[in-house]
């Protein structure tokens, strides 16, 4: 019933920009907490960036910060990973979850989260 669906990932330069999207299907997204986690190859997931559904708020790992931007549209029940100025330790794959949990509290903690998408490649190189 829960789906998650990524989408927007490729292959791009250093110092290029990808926006990467979330689609939710068989639940209203602006209800759920969502974030944003990548995984490289041989390293363990960790979380980028996540939005509160409460207040709409945004956190960011410091290693993006500056560069990254998760934003909600509620009409088209989607999320977005604006990304910049890429780098190459960017590279991976991203998934986007949302957190069932009604005591959610900011988090990039991949326990965190219920429900995942697939994922979408993410390659940043020259």
């Known amino acids: 019933q829960v789906q998650l669906v990524e989408s927007g990932g490729g292959l791009v330069q250093p110092g290029g920009s990808l926006r990467l999207s979330c689609v939710a299907s068989g639940f209203s997204l602006d209800h759920y907490p969502i974030g944003w986690f990548r995984q490289a190859p041989g390293k363990e997931r960790e979380g980028v960036s996540c939005?509160?559904?409460?207040?709409?708020?945004?956190y960011y790992r410091d290693s993006v910060k500056g560069r990254f931007t998760i934003s909600r549209d509620n009409a088209k029940n989607t999320v977005y990973l604006q990304m910049n100025s890429l780098e190459p330790e960017d590279t991976g794959v991203y998934r986007c979850?949302?957190?069932?949990?009604?005591?959610?509290?900011?988090?990039?903690?991949?326990?965190?989260?219920?429900?995942w998408g697939r994922g979408t490649q993410v390659t940043v190189s020259s």
């Open positions: 939005i509160s559904n409460s207040d709409g708020s945004t």
């Open positions: 979850a949302a957190a069932e949990s009604t005591d959610w509290v900011p988090s990039l903690g991949k326990e965190a989260y219920d429900y």
